[in-house]
C-alpha cells in the first residue's frame, strides 16, 4: 500500500476520484447532491460492528449485503484463512483438485437434502445462477430434448446481475435496462403472502397461486428448462415472504411436468429462514441449489451448485460425445474460499446456532410488533433472521410513496448518523443482522429504525 489515509475525509476523497461502486448513482456521494449520502469508510470489523477511519462504529443490521454470519474479522473463520494461507493460496482446478475442496463438497452433500450428490464451484451468486441455467438446459440438450430452451421465474424475483441471472429475474430496477440483451422468462405469479386476497391465510395464497403455476406448465412444459425460485423470501424483490407449502407443491409439479426446480438458496441459505436451508422447511429436494453469500461466512467470493446424481451421468460419456459442462471460472474451488466455508459450516456443527438464532428471532419479532400499527407501515413480516417493515403513503389503501420521495434513503441516512446500517429496498425496511447479534443491539436496531420511520414519513 503506498497510501495512508488519515480519517474519513481523506479515504473518501480518494475513493471518489477513481472507484465506480455497485448499485449505486455515484451523484448521491456529491456533497452538492440533494440526498448527501456519505461515503463511509471502514477500517475494521468486531464481531457485529464496523469502525470507519474516524473510530464511529456502525452496527451492521445487513451482514454487509447477507454475507456475514459469525460477525466481522471472527477468530475462528480468521484462524482457518490464515492457516490455508500458509499452504496454498490457488491451484488450477481441471485436472487438480485439494482437501479444501474435496472436504468442503462433502460436507454440502452432508447438510444439504438428500439427493444433492454433485458440486460445482464458482465464484459469486450469480455465477452460481449462470451454472444451473447451463447445466439445465444442457442436460436436456445431452437427452435429446434441445426443443427446452425457457425458463419459468416468479412475479418480483431477484436471481442476480449478468445477463442470464438477470434474465430470470423480475425487478424492473435491475432488468429494464437490459431487457434487449436478456432472454424472456415465462413469469409465474408469486405466492408472495403480502398479495394475498383479503382475509386470504398465506397457505391459501400459496395454493392459489400452484394453482396458476400449473397452468403455465400445461402450456409451456415442453419448453421449458426448469423453475427457479427463491425459497420462502424473494429477497431483493423487497423481502416477500411466502408458505413453504408452495416449496412441496412445486417440487410435484416439476416432477410431474418433466422440468427442474432451480433452488437459489444463495441469500436464504445457511440458517436465514430458522432452518439451515428453506427447501428443508417443505422436506422438499430440488434438481439445483445454488449457494453463496453465507458459505463463507462474509469473509471470501465462493459459490456452488449442488445438484443430482443423474444429472452429472447425462454428461459423463467419451469427450468425443461433445457433452461435457465447460463452464469454468479461473478461481473455482479456490483453496482459500474453501477452506473459510469448511471452517463457516463447522461452527454449525459445534454451537447451537439454529437454536440461538430462534430465540433471537423471537425477540426481533415481539420489539418490532408495535410497529403493525404505525400508520405508515403496510406490513411487519418475518421469516426466521429476516425481518421487514414495508413502508407507505396509506396504510388502508396500501398506497406507495413515490419513489422519487427516497423515504428509504432517510431511514439510511438517520441510522448512519446513529452508528447502524440498515439499506432498505427502496421503502421496505429491513432486518438481516449476524447472527453474533444480542438482544441490546437488536434494541439499538429496531429503535433506531423506528425513529428513521418517523422522520422518513413526516412532510
Given at each position: 500500500?503506498?497510501?495512508?489515509?488519515?480519517?474519513?475525509?481523506?479515504?473518501?476523497?480518494?475513493?471518489?476520484?477513481?472507484?465506480?461502486?455497485?448499485?449505486?448513482q455515484m451523484h448521491d456521494h456529491d456533497p452538492a447532491g440533494a440526498m448527501q449520502v456519505p461515503m463511509?469508510?471502514?477500517?475494521?470489523?468486531?464481531?457485529?460492528?464496523?469502525?470507519?477511519?474516524?473510530?464511529?462504529?456502525?452496527?451492521?443490521?445487513?451482514?454487509?449485503?447477507?454475507?456475514?454470519?459469525?460477525?466481522?474479522?471472527?477468530?475462528?473463520?480468521?484462524?482457518?484463512?490464515?492457516?490455508?494461507?500458509?499452504?496454498?493460496?490457488?491451484?488450477?482446478?481441471?485436472?487438480?483438485?485439494?482437501?479444501?475442496?474435496?472436504?468442503?463438497?462433502?460436507?454440502?452433500?452432508?447438510?444439504?437434502?438428500?439427493?444433492?450428490?454433485?458440486?460445482?464451484?464458482?465464484?459469486?451468486?450469480?455465477?452460481?445462477?449462470?451454472?444451473?441455467?447451463?447445466?439445465?438446459?444442457?442436460?436436456?440438450?445431452?437427452?435429446?430434448?434441445?426443443?427446452?430452451?425457457?425458463?419459468?421465474?416468479?412475479?418480483?424475483?431477484?436471481?442476480?446481475?449478468?445477463?442470464?441471472?438477470?434474465?430470470?429475474?423480475?425487478?424492473?430496477?435491475?432488468?429494464?435496462?437490459?431487457?434487449?440483451?436478456?432472454?424472456?422468462?415465462?413469469?409465474?405469479?408469486?405466492?408472495?403472502?403480502?398479495?394475498?386476497?383479503?382475509?386470504?391465510?398465506?397457505?391459501?395464497?400459496?395454493?392459489?397461486?400452484?394453482?396458476?403455476?400449473?397452468?403455465?406448465?400445461?402450456?409451456?412444459?415442453?419448453?421449458?428448462?426448469?423453475?427457479?425460485?427463491?425459497?420462502?423470501?424473494?429477497?431483493?424483490?423487497?423481502?416477500?415472504?411466502?408458505?413453504?407449502?408452495?416449496?412441496?407443491?412445486?417440487?410435484?409439479?416439476?416432477?410431474?411436468?418433466?422440468?427442474?426446480?432451480?433452488?437459489?438458496?444463495?441469500?436464504?441459505?445457511?440458517?436465514?429462514?430458522?432452518?439451515?436451508?428453506?427447501?428443508?422447511?417443505?422436506?422438499?429436494?430440488?434438481?439445483?441449489?445454488?449457494?453463496?453469500?453465507?458459505?463463507?461466512?462474509?469473509?471470501?467470493?465462493?459459490?456452488?451448485?449442488?445438484?443430482?446424481?443423474?444429472?452429472?451421468?447425462?454428461?459423463?460419456?467419451?469427450?468425443?460425445?461433445?457433452?461435457?459442462?465447460?463452464?469454468?471460472?479461473?478461481?473455482?474451488?479456490?483453496?482459500?474460499?474453501?477452506?473459510?466455508?469448511?471452517?463457516?459450516?463447522?461452527?454449525?456443527?459445534?454451537?447451537?446456532?439454529?437454536?440461538?438464532?430462534?430465540?433471537?428471532?423471537?425477540?426481533?419479532?415481539?420489539?418490532?410488533?408495535?410497529?403493525?400499527?404505525?400508520?405508515?407501515?403496510?406490513?411487519?413480516?418475518?421469516?426466521?433472521?429476516?425481518?421487514?417493515?414495508?413502508?407507505?403513503?396509506?396504510?388502508?389503501?396500501?398506497?406507495?410513496?413515490?419513489?422519487?420521495?427516497?423515504?428509504?434513503?432517510?431511514?439510511?441516512?438517520?441510522?448512519?448518523?446513529?452508528?447502524?446500517?440498515?439499506?432498505?429496498?427502496?421503502?421496505?425496511?429491513?432486518?438481516?443482522?449476524?447472527?453474533?447479534?444480542?438482544?441490546?443491539?437488536?434494541?439499538?436496531?429496531?429503535?433506531?429504525?423506528?425513529?428513521?420511520?418517523?422522520?422518513?414519513?413526516?412532510?
Amino acid at each position: 500500500m503506498t497510501h495512508t489515509a488519515s480519517g474519513n475525509a481523506a479515504l473518501a476523497a480518494r475513493d471518489l476520484k477513481h472507484l465506480w461502486h455497485p448499485c449505486t448513482q455515484m451523484h448521491d456521494h456529491d456533497p452538492a447532491g440533494a440526498m448527501q449520502v456519505p461515503m463511509v469508510p471502514i477500517v475494521r470489523g468486531e464481531g457485529v460492528w464496523l469502525i470507519d477511519a474516524d473510530g464511529k462504529r456502525y452496527l451492521d443490521g445487513i451482514s454487509s449485503w447477507w454475507t456475514n454470519l459469525f460477525g466481522h474479522a471472527n477468530p475462528r473463520i480468521a484462524a482457518a484463512l490464515a492457516d490455508q494461507a500458509q499452504q496454498l493460496e490457488h491451484v488450477i482446478f481441471a485436472g487438480f483438485t485439494h482437501e479444501p475442496a474435496v472436504a468442503l463438497a462433502e460436507e454440502l452433500v452432508r447438510v444439504t437434502p438428500a439427493g444433492l450428490d454433485r458440486v460445482f464451484y464458482a465464484d459469486n451468486g450469480s455465477a452460481a445462477i449462470e451454472v444451473a441455467l447451463k447445466m439445465s438446459f444442457h442436460y436436456w440438450l445431452n437427452q435429446g430434448h434441445g426443443e427446452k430452451t425457457r425458463f419459468i421465474a416468479l412475479t418480483g424475483s431477484y436471481h442476480g446481475e449478468t445477463l442470464g441471472a438477470l434474465s430470470v429475474s423480475d425487478v424492473a430496477l435491475y432488468r429494464k435496462t437490459y431487457a434487449p440483451l436478456l432472454l424472456t422468462p415465462f413469469l409465474a405469479p408469486s405466492p408472495d403472502a403480502y398479495e394475498g386476497e383479503s382475509g386470504e391465510s398465506p397457505e391459501q395464497t400459496a395454493k392459489r397461486r400452484l394453482v396458476d403455476m400449473r397452468r403455465l406448465l400445461e402450456k409451456h412444459a415442453h419448453e421449458t428448462c426448469a423453475v427457479i425460485v427463491e425459497p420462502l423470501v424473494q429477497c431483493a424483490g423487497g423481502m416477500r415472504m411466502y408458505d413453504p407449502i408452495y416449496l412441496r407443491g412445486l417440487r410435484a409439479l416439476c416432477d410431474e411436468f418433466a422440468v427442474h426446480f432451480i433452488a437459489d438458496e444463495i441469500a436464504v441459505g445457511f440458517g436465514r429462514t430458522g432452518t439451515l436451508f428453506g427447501c428443508q422447511q417443505a422436506d422438499v429436494s430440488p434438481d439445483f441449489m445454488c449457494l453463496s453469500k453465507g458459505l463463507t461466512g462474509g469473509f471470501l467470493p465462493l459459490s456452488a451448485v449442488l445438484t443430482t446424481q443423474a444429472i452429472y451421468e447425462a454428461f459423463y460419456a467419451e469427450y468425443s460425445a461433445g457433452k461435457a459442462f465447460l463452464h469454468s471460472h479461473s478461481y473455482t474451488g479456490n483453496p482459500l474460499a474453501c477452506r473459510v466455508a469448511l471452517e463457516t459450516l463447522a461452527i454449525f456443527r459445534d454451537e447451537p446456532v439454529l437454536e440461538r438464532n430462534r430465540e433471537l428471532s423471537a425477540y426481533l419479532a415481539r420489539r418490532l410488533a408495535p410497529l403493525r400499527d404505525h400508520p405508515n407501515v403496510a406490513d411487519v413480516r418475518q421469516t426466521g433472521m429476516i425481518a421487514a417493515v414495508e413502508l407507505v403513503a396509506d396504510k388502508a389503501s396500501r398506497r406507495n410513496f413515490p419513489p422519487s420521495d427516497r423515504r428509504g434513503m432517510r431511514v439510511y441516512l438517520h441510522g448512519l448518523k446513529l452508528g447502524v446500517l440498515l439499506r432498505p429496498l427502496g421503502d421496505v425496511i429491513y432486518f438481516m443482522p449476524p447472527y453474533v447479534v444480542t438482544a441490546r443491539e437488536i434494541d439499538l436496531l429496531v429503535e433506531t429504525a423506528i425513529a428513521g420511520i418517523e422522520l422518513a414519513v413526516a412532510g
